[in-house]
Structure formats: structure tokens, C-alpha cells
Nanobody
Framework: QVQLVESGGGLVQPGGSLRLSCAAS????????MAWYRQSPGKQRELVAA???????NYADSVKGRFTISRDNAKNTVYLQMNSLKAEDTAVYYC???????????????WGKGTLVTVSS
């Protein structure tokens, strides 16, 4: 049983900042890659940022220079610092992680339930 729980979403004005957190819990042996996705109604879910177990990062072109992904392995947590937010950043943000459990090494992908970010004045 592995769970991902996001937090930190909310309403923010354009140009503002938010920090999202995603904490993994349960029978975890190892967390491999972690990532943030986002989705607006009627649109495709897109990868926003990803970070490997070694700390290598990747970002969508639309957020480069504004968002920063990081992880705290001791806390099984990944963060997304979002600066200079724009209206088009409005979406439900989902945490994703590839995790090996205590009893298997299957590299299963888990999803959080999402947290809503609304950028509006």
C-alpha cells in the first residue's frame, strides 16, 4: 500500500508564487523518478517537471525558468516551486512517482489525487 498526497494548491494572483508538496507513504523500498503533471478540463495531461533519483531534472518548455522541482529523499517528498505564475498555469496538478515496494521490485507508477492551482486576479 503506497499513497501519494499533494498539498499546497490554492488561489494566487498572476505573478505570484506557490509551492506544491507531494509526500509518499506506505511500504516503500525505493522511490525512483518523481514528477509533476497538470491537467485542465478538456485538455491533455502534460508533464510539467520530473526529477530522477540522482537529481537530474527535466521541465516543460512552458515552465522553464519559472518552476523548480526538487526532492527530499529522507522525507519521501517532492516539491514544485512555482514562481511568476500565469493564468495559463491554472490546472489540477498531480504528483507521480515510480516506486519499488518492500516486497517487489516492479517499479510501479503511483498517482496522487491532485491539488488545484488557480491563477487569477
Amino acid at each position: 500500500q503506497v499513497q501519494l498526497v499533494e498539498s499546497g494548491g490554492g488561489l494566487v494572483q498572476p505573478g505570484g508564487s506557490l509551492r506544491l508538496s507531494c509526500a509518499a507513504s506506505g511500504s516503500i523500498f525505493r522511490i525512483n523518478a518523481m514528477a509533476w503533471y497538470r491537467q485542465s478540463p478538456g485538455k491533455q495531461r502534460e508533464l510539467v517537471a520530473a526529477v530522477t533519483s540522482g537529481g537530474r531534472t527535466n521541465y516543460a518548455d512552458s515552465v522553464k525558468g519559472r518552476f523548480t522541482i526538487s526532492r527530499d529523499n529522507a522525507k519521501n517528498t517532492v516539491y514544485l516551486q512555482m514562481n511568476s505564475l500565469k493564468a495559463e498555469d491554472t490546472a489540477v496538478y498531480y504528483c507521480n512517482a515510480n516506486i519499488d515496494s518492500d516486497y517487489s521490485r516492479l517499479g510501479i507508477y503511483y498517482w496522487g489525487k491532485g491539488t488545484l492551482v488557480t491563477v487569477s486576479s
